[in-house]
Protein backbone atom coordinates (compact mmCIF):
# COMPACT_ATOMS: atom_id res chain seq x y z
CA UNK A 1 0.00 0.00 0.00
CA UNK A 2 2.65 2.61 1.08
CA UNK A 3 4.69 1.41 -2.34
CA UNK A 4 1.44 2.27 -4.80
CA UNK A 5 1.63 5.55 -2.83
CA UNK A 6 5.12 6.29 -3.37
CA UNK A 7 5.62 5.19 -7.07
CA UNK A 8 2.36 8.09 -7.28
CA UNK A 9 4.17 10.54 -5.89
CA UNK A 10 7.27 10.08 -7.66
CA UNK A 11 5.44 9.10 -11.21
CA UNK A 12 6.89 5.97 -11.18
CA UNK A 13 4.45 4.43 -13.39
CA UNK A 14 6.05 1.37 -14.66
CA UNK A 15 7.04 0.46 -11.29
CA UNK A 16 3.71 1.44 -9.72
CA UNK A 17 1.92 -1.19 -11.98
CA UNK A 18 4.37 -3.94 -11.01
CA UNK A 19 2.62 -4.03 -8.09
CA UNK A 20 -0.19 -5.55 -9.67
CA UNK A 21 -1.04 -9.13 -10.96
CA UNK A 22 -1.06 -9.24 -14.81
CA UNK A 23 -4.98 -9.82 -14.84
CA UNK A 24 -5.80 -7.19 -11.81
CA UNK A 25 -8.73 -5.86 -11.70
CA UNK A 26 -8.66 -2.16 -10.93
CA UNK A 27 -12.18 -0.38 -9.97
CA UNK A 28 -12.75 3.76 -9.36
CA UNK A 29 -15.73 4.87 -7.64
CA UNK A 30 -15.63 8.59 -7.89
CA UNK A 31 -19.44 8.86 -6.71
CA UNK A 32 -18.64 7.13 -3.34
CA UNK A 33 -19.90 3.57 -1.95
CA UNK A 34 -23.24 2.39 -3.57
CA UNK A 35 -22.74 3.80 -6.62
CA UNK A 36 -21.70 2.04 -10.11
CA UNK A 37 -18.15 2.41 -11.27
CA UNK A 38 -16.85 5.26 -12.91
CA UNK A 39 -13.92 3.04 -14.35
CA UNK A 40 -13.38 -0.72 -14.52
CA UNK A 41 -9.99 -1.16 -15.62
CA UNK A 42 -9.19 -4.94 -16.26
CA UNK A 43 -5.23 -6.18 -16.70
CA UNK A 44 -1.98 -4.14 -15.82
CA UNK A 45 -1.73 -2.54 -18.73
CA UNK A 46 -5.23 -1.14 -18.57
CA UNK A 47 -3.99 1.12 -15.47
CA UNK A 48 -1.53 3.17 -17.43
CA UNK A 49 -3.66 6.40 -18.20
CA UNK A 50 -4.81 6.09 -14.30
CA UNK A 51 -1.03 6.33 -13.77
CA UNK A 52 -0.07 9.04 -16.53
CA UNK A 53 -2.85 11.31 -15.15
CA UNK A 54 -1.34 12.21 -12.61
CA UNK A 55 0.94 13.93 -14.57
CA UNK A 56 -0.97 16.95 -14.25
CA UNK A 57 -0.39 18.04 -11.24
CA UNK A 58 2.37 19.72 -10.43
CA UNK A 59 2.97 17.53 -7.54
CA UNK A 60 0.95 14.97 -5.30
CA UNK A 61 1.31 13.85 -1.75
CA UNK A 62 -0.39 10.33 -0.45
CA UNK A 63 -0.67 9.99 3.16
CA UNK A 64 -1.80 6.64 4.28
CA UNK A 65 -4.16 6.48 7.43
CA UNK A 66 -5.21 3.78 8.75
CA UNK A 67 -5.22 0.12 7.34
CA UNK A 68 -6.04 -3.35 8.34
CA UNK A 69 -5.06 -6.55 6.30
CA UNK A 70 -6.38 -10.51 6.74
CA UNK A 71 -4.08 -13.08 5.60
CA UNK A 72 -5.34 -16.37 4.16
CA UNK A 73 -2.21 -18.49 2.89
CA UNK A 74 -1.12 -16.94 0.09
CA UNK A 75 -4.28 -14.40 -0.61
CA UNK A 76 -5.45 -11.29 1.42
CA UNK A 77 -7.80 -8.90 1.73
CA UNK A 78 -7.41 -5.18 3.29
CA UNK A 79 -8.63 -1.63 3.66
CA UNK A 80 -6.57 1.71 3.58
CA UNK A 81 -7.58 4.99 4.16
CA UNK A 82 -5.62 7.65 2.18
CA UNK A 83 -5.54 11.64 1.39
CA UNK A 84 -4.27 12.46 -1.47
CA UNK A 85 -3.20 15.92 -1.94
CA UNK A 86 -2.64 17.14 -5.35
CA UNK A 87 -1.24 20.31 -6.45
CA UNK A 88 -2.25 22.17 -9.43
CA UNK A 89 -2.43 26.17 -11.14
CA UNK A 90 -6.30 27.24 -11.89
CA UNK A 91 -6.21 30.74 -13.56
CA UNK A 92 -2.60 31.61 -12.56
CA UNK A 93 -3.54 30.91 -8.97
CA UNK A 94 -1.83 27.75 -6.82
CA UNK A 95 -4.66 25.21 -5.64
CA UNK A 96 -4.99 22.38 -3.61
CA UNK A 97 -7.27 19.50 -4.23
CA UNK A 98 -7.57 17.08 -1.51
CA UNK A 99 -9.12 13.38 -1.95
CA UNK A 100 -10.03 11.76 1.03
CA UNK A 101 -9.80 7.98 -0.55
CA UNK A 102 -11.03 4.63 1.13
CA UNK A 103 -9.56 1.21 -0.77
CA UNK A 104 -10.88 -2.08 -0.61
CA UNK A 105 -8.16 -4.41 -1.76
CA UNK A 106 -7.19 -8.30 -2.71
CA UNK A 107 -3.73 -9.46 -2.64
CA UNK A 108 -1.91 -12.81 -3.91
CA UNK A 109 1.71 -13.80 -3.14
CA UNK A 110 3.41 -14.51 -6.30
CA UNK A 111 7.16 -15.81 -6.05
CA UNK A 112 7.31 -14.40 -2.67
CA UNK A 113 6.12 -11.05 -3.28
CA UNK A 114 2.48 -9.57 -2.46
CA UNK A 115 0.44 -8.02 -5.00
CA UNK A 116 -2.73 -6.36 -5.59
CA UNK A 117 -4.86 -8.86 -7.31
CA UNK A 118 -7.83 -6.11 -7.17
CA UNK A 119 -8.30 -2.51 -6.08
CA UNK A 120 -11.20 -1.18 -5.14
CA UNK A 121 -10.88 3.00 -5.19
CA UNK A 122 -13.86 5.17 -3.28
CA UNK A 123 -13.60 8.57 -3.34
CA UNK A 124 -15.35 9.14 0.27
CA UNK A 125 -15.61 13.19 -0.32
CA UNK A 126 -13.20 15.80 -1.78
CA UNK A 127 -12.07 19.60 -1.34
CA UNK A 128 -10.65 22.29 -3.25
CA UNK A 129 -8.60 25.57 -2.40
CA UNK A 130 -6.78 28.14 -3.02
CA UNK A 131 -3.23 26.82 -1.83
CA UNK A 132 -1.26 29.25 0.60
CA UNK A 133 -4.20 31.77 1.35
Not at 24 to 47: C, I, S
Not at 60 to 88: K, P, W, Y
Amino acid sequence: MDAYAHCADRREAEAQKALFTEDTHFLVYMNGVGTEPTEDLNGREALTPVFAALKQYEVTMHFNGQSTVTLDGDRATGEACCIAHHVFSSDGEPKIMLAYLRYLDSFVKKAGTWLFAERNLYLEFSDTRTLGG
